[in-house]
């Protein structure tokens, strides 16, 4: 069965410094995941999504996220947070279904 | 192009009323889903469905029942809430065409308080 964990329920980071959210899922055959950000009172809007090819995936508002299959990860990173970036992320799995599988989110704080 | 609307937004409801929620898209996507969110629980599928005409349960399906009737609407009833579906609700949709398009597309939200 393929199930997603954000070890991560809250962060706190001073504004203009760099971020990286983790993401860990369990999926027996090459996952597809995608990285959502939902603003409070807001639906979730996709930041970026890994199905191959490149490792490295580059998203919306300046965020990246790696898969690393060896370490069944897909961490969400930003070099330099800014204060609108406060929000919540949910990682996701999908699979060949069109089934996804969502974390409990990380929710994101930003200190000025 | 609205993508993926709800309707209502928010409703409050008595201990045992039935309601229904509305999820439109305008996408012809075929994969149309419901989800609940709740507070350190994520998102947790309730009903979906792969085309017109059919539907299946996902992972909190009790209490809930769905339709699609329509290829762009698929919508959730409660016949008899109870606070316990106290929640807010997303509808999804997803295309099974391409892969580059492999992704959900969600609605605003409706958030339900059953008192």
């Known amino acids: 069965a393929q199930s997603v964990t954000q070890p991560d329920i809250h962060i706190t980071v001073s504004e203009g410094a760099s971020l990286e959210l983790r993401c860990n899922y369990s999926y027996g055959a090459t996952p597809y995941l995608f990285w959502y950000v939902q603003s409070p009172g807001q639906g979730l809007q996709l930041l970026l999504k890994y199905f191959s090819g490149d490792t490295l995936v580059q998203g919306i508002k300046g965020f990246e996220a790696e898969f690393k299959r060896s370490q069944s990860s897909f961490n969400l990173r930003k070099p330099s947070v800014h204060w609108s970036d406060a929000a919540e992320y949910f990682c996701a799995v999908g699979n060949t279904g069109n089934q996804f599988y969502f974390g409990t989110g990380t929710s994101l704080t930003v200190i000025p | 192009n609205a993508g993926v609307t709800q309707t209502p937004k928010f409703r409050v409801l008595k201990t045992g009323q039935s309601m229904t929620l509305l999820c439109a898209q305008d996408m012809n996507h075929e994969y149309m889903y419901w989800y609940r969110q709740d507070p350190g629980m994520g998102l947790r599928l309730i009903h979906y469905?792969?085309?017109?005409?059919?539907?299946a349960k996902g992972e909190v399906p009790d209490g809930y029942n769905v339709s699609r009737l329509k290829k762009q609407n698929f919508l959730l009833g409660l016949e008899s809430a109870a606070p316990s579906q106290t929640s807010v609700y997303f509808c999804a949709s997803s295309s099974a065409r391409q892969l580059s398009s492999y992704e959900q597309y969600f609605g605003p939200g409706t958030r339900l308080t059953v008192t």
């Open positions: 469905s792969v085309g017109e005409g059919t539907t």
